[in-house]
Nanobody
Framework: QVQLVESGGGLVQPGGSLRLSCAASGSIFGINAMGWYRQAPGKQREWVATITNRGSTNYADSVKGRFTISRDNAKNTVDLQMNSLEPEDTAVYFC????????????????WGQGTQVTVST
């Protein structure tokens, strides 16, 4: 089994910064893409950012220039540095990873963390 655990959420004022972290553990032979998604109250989950195992990154237009995604392949972790936060960034943030559980199979499976709350408010 594979577990993803996020940390680092909290309450921050507009214009402030937060850093989210996510650690993958369990039966892991390899990880392809890792990413972050978010879900605001009453809205569908939306993609925020993705990073490949080679370090290529992509961002949603709404966060481009403010958020930075990074990963440590040796530790199976992915971080999201969030700067210039706005009230519209308030949401539960989820990390995701495409995991290859074992060497005997070439298949990758998507896994999700349980989410961490980010609230941007005065």
């Amino acid at each position: 089994q594979v577990q993803l655990v996020e940390s680092g959420g909290g309450l921050v004022q507009p214009g402030g910064s937060l850093r989210l972290s996510c650690a993958a553990s369990g039966s892991i032979f390899g990880i392809n893409a890792m990413g972050w998604y978010r879900q605001a109250p009453g809205k569908q989950r939306e993609w925020v950012a993705t990073i490949t195992n080679r370090g290529s990154t992509n961002y949603a237009d709404s966060v481009k220039g403010r958020f930075t995604i990074s990963r440590d392949n040796a530790k199976n972790t992915v971080d999201l540095q969030m700067n210039s936060l706005e009230p519209e960034d308030t949401a539960v943030y989820f990390c995701s990873a495409d995991v290859r559980p074992r060497a005997t199979s070439n298949y990758y499976f998507p896994y999700w963390g349980q989410g961490t709350q980010v609230t941007v408010s005065t």
